[in-house]
């Protein structure tokens, strides 16, 4: 609802931030001078909803003594918007990877110490590889906490009586016209998200996911502009509930979305069951970083926490409960086989190939996406 | 126009407010965590409520946005009243227009660019000064002050608007300070008004997510704010519990103000009756 203004506001602000960046040495060097002091025994963390687990916070209290303050955001312009504007007051900030590699080129968050993050050897080198070559050079600026893919997130019983042999594992269940009219009817959702669903696009035509080019962003929106009309709606998150209380029938969502859909639907026992695949074509894929602002003022509280996330029971709990990968190796062992055994959550080396991260767009090219997705969505 | 039909144009009216509401407080009590699937084995149950008490992220939210609001309409109102009595009473004064449109600009103005601009103050402000130190309960208040004043100005300058000034004259004739007939006519007077501007900033003040979420701070979430994160993943039952928590209490308070007021314009009208009266 508040989405498209404040991505507005966000892109006013990185065009404001960009311009002045080099006019903050001030800020720096008193975070410098600061940096020996003791720190007053807070921590201040600013993560997406529903994005850990409960328990984790207070026994992280309890060993530490660290009094945290924990609010939540649900989109990363709202946090741009505040990391762009400064002195959030936030030590700990989660932005998604291409935001990050923008707030990174803006100067806004500050190299993390390694010295301090005794943990990160547990950090799995193919995730934090993939960070580091799309986003965050050595990852100097982040730690991966979650990562994840966008895919099908399907209502088994409604899609079988509709499409008995429906290619549940491939985009064609979204952009093939005669697939996915066939279940118009029950509500399909994709999610507002123009690059990741652009990339979905590109995948399923066999191009690149992050092709820049003009002539196949036209291909993508002629595919989208052919199945809009049996598309219900375009939201990154109402088809959580969408789908849990049989609403909608078939979903471009977001992994452990979907999958907390499917719990969702079975506590409730109300005969809905939910399932996601990632598509046989690839998928994209992304990454949800720890960053710690420059302007923090708990920043060895921040590593301390960061740390402490790296441990792998800790890592193994909050992935148990908000069933996503981490981007953490050694925790693997101590999550639930139903999440680890899952291939569609941590899926198989030939499936890692496949997936590409959305990788962050020139400022040209996303105004012609804008454009373009404002086509699709009004369907014109 | 027959009654009937006005009738069924009041039934259908009500029905269009009040049925959202309605099965909002009817799901309350619904025992399955899905909004759409009503439980009935197990319904009505109390369980949404008691999980309510138990959500500290919650109820801490709701005492600050409670806190904010109070003190925003308190606020808003000592200078909304300002504001309108000095467009009201004061004649064509200079800059009078200026004053006029600065104060009702922000009824029209987009809540993203209020939000925007209020924080890009308080940044540069405690950038150049230091003060405000960080955000929070402050700069909330202070930004949410500047929306509803307002809307405290308008009431306030309409009711001024609407009442005879002699009355006003006719005190300073008989000799009182102007204070004084602020105090003694003046403020007596409009006081439904200030009531209802109070009562009004501190609705609008209590329900926006907007400006506070571009203003806050660490810790610092207002109710709104925590009801709209939690909606990524669909709207926990015992929001529905505190929603209906909600309803009662604004209906307890709508009822009494309206009783109170209602009183109050009687006892006025009476008394202006009186005194023309024994003016006549």
Same mark, same amino acid.
Request: one cysteine or more.
């Given at each position: 609802?508040?989405?498209?203004? @404040? ?60 009094? @945290? ?61 993939? @960070? ?249 | ?155 306030v300058?309409?009711r001024l608007?609407g009442f005879d000034d002699s009355l006003e004259?006719a005190a ?9 007939v602020f105090w003694r006519i003046t403020l007596p007077l409009i006081l439904p008004a200030i009531v209802s501007g109070w009562l ?55 009822v009494c103000s309206t009783l109170w007021m209602r009183r109050r314009e009687r006892q006025r009208q009476r008394e202006e009756q009186m005194a023309r009266a024994a003016g006549g």
């Amino acid at each position: 609802m508040i989405n498209v203004p @404040v991505r507005a506001a966000a892109a006013v602000l990185i065009a404001f931030t960009l311009a002045a960046c080099s006019g903050k040495p001030a800020a720096d060097k008193s975070a410098e001078a600061t940096a020996n002091a003791p720190e007053e025994k807070v921590l201040n963390v600013y993560n997406w909803s529903d994005y850990i687990e409960p328990g984790v916070i207070a026994a992280f209290t309890k060993e530490t003594g660290i009094k @945290v303050n924990y609010d939540v955001f649900d989109s990363n312009e709202m946090l741009e918007t505040k990391l762009l504007a400064g002195n959030t007051g936030y030590d700990l900030v989660v932005p998604s990877g291409s935001f990050l590699y923008r707030q990174i080129k803006a100067g806004v968050h500050s190299t993390l110490d390694k010295s301090q993050l005794s943990n990160l050897g547990n950090a799995d080198p193919a995730i934090a590889g993939r @960070v580091a070559k799309a986003f965050d050079t050595d990852n100097a600026h982040s730690v991966n906490y979650m990562w994840g893919t966008s895919g099908v997130g399907y209502n088994v019983k409604k899609i079988k009586e509709r499409m008995p042999n429906a290619p549940v594992d491939s985009f064609a269940m979204f952009y093939d016209p005669k697939i996915v009219s066939k279940f118009a009817d029950c509500g399909v959702m994709l999610l507002d998200a123009p690059s990741e669903v652009l990339g979905t696009v590109l995948i399923y035509l066999g191009k690149d996911a992050n092709s820049e080019k003009p002539e196949d962003l036209a291909a993508a929106e002629k595919v989208l502009l052919s199945v809009r009309k049996y598309i219900r709606n375009f939201n990154s998150s109402a088809y959580i509930e969408a789908l849990a209380n049989g609403e909608a029938c078939l979903a471009l969502g977001w992994s452990g979305d979907v999958l907390q859909a499917k719990s969702r639907a079975e506590s409730a026992k109300n005969g809905v069951e939910i399932s996601y695949n990632v598509p046989k074509e690839g998928a994209v894929m992304f990454f949800d970083q720890l960053a710690i602002p420059k302007d923090a003022k708990h920043p060895k509280n921040a590593h301390l926490f960061i740390n402490y996330l790296l441990r792998a029971d800790v890592a193994a709990k909050n992935s148990n409960f908000i069933q996503y990968a981490n981007g953490n190796a050694a925790s693997k062992s101590m999550i639930d086989a139903s999440v680890t055994g899952n291939p569609n959550v941590y899926p198989s080396e030939a499936m890692m190939q496949k997936l590409v991260p959305d990788l962050p767009e020139s400022p040209e090219f996303n105004r012609l996406l804008t454009r373009s997705w404002t086509r699709v969505k009004t369907g014109q | 126009m027959n009654g009937r039909f006005r009738n069924t144009m009041l039934v259908l009216g009500l029905g269009f407010l009040y049925i959202p509401i309605l099965s909002m407080v009817v799901f309350s009590f619904n025992n399955s965590r899905l909004v759409t699937v009503w439980d009935a084995a197990n319904s009505p149950t109390l369980k949404w409520y008691a999980a309510l008490l138990d959500n500290a992220q919650i109820l801490g939210a709701a005492r600050l946005s409670i806190e904010i609001a109070a003190a925003t309409a308190t606020g808003a109102v000592v200078l909304g009243t300002l504001a309108g009595l000095a467009l009201a009473r004061f004649g064509p004064f200079r800059g009078r227009a200026f004053l006029s449109a600065m104060t009702t600009a922000p009824l029209v103005m987009p809540e993203v660019i209020t939000g925007l601009s209020i924080l890009l103050l308080f940044v540069a402000l405690e950038q150049a000064i230091g003060w405000p130190d960080g955000r929070g309960f402050l700069t909330i208040t202070l930004a949410h002050i500047t929306f509803c004043l307002a809307y405290v100005t308008v009431v306030v300058q309409s009711r001024l608007a609407g009442f005879d000034d002699s009355l006003e004259e006719a005190a300073l004739d008989l000799g009182a300070r102007p204070a004084t007939v602020f105090w003694r006519i003046t403020l007596p007077l409009i006081l439904p008004a200030i009531v209802s501007g109070w009562l009004l900033a501190f609705t609008l003040s209590w329900d926006d997510v907007v400006i506070s979420q571009f203003v806050a701070g660490p810790s610092a979430s207002t109710l709104p704010m925590v009801v709209f994160s939690k909606v990524r993943l669909g709207v926990s039952p015992d929001i529905n519990a505190l929603a209906s928590l909600m309803v009662l209490i604004v209906a307890v308070c709508v009822v009494c103000s309206t009783l109170w007021m209602r009183r109050r314009e009687r006892q006025r009208q009476r008394e202006e009756q009186m005194a023309r009266a024994a003016g006549g």
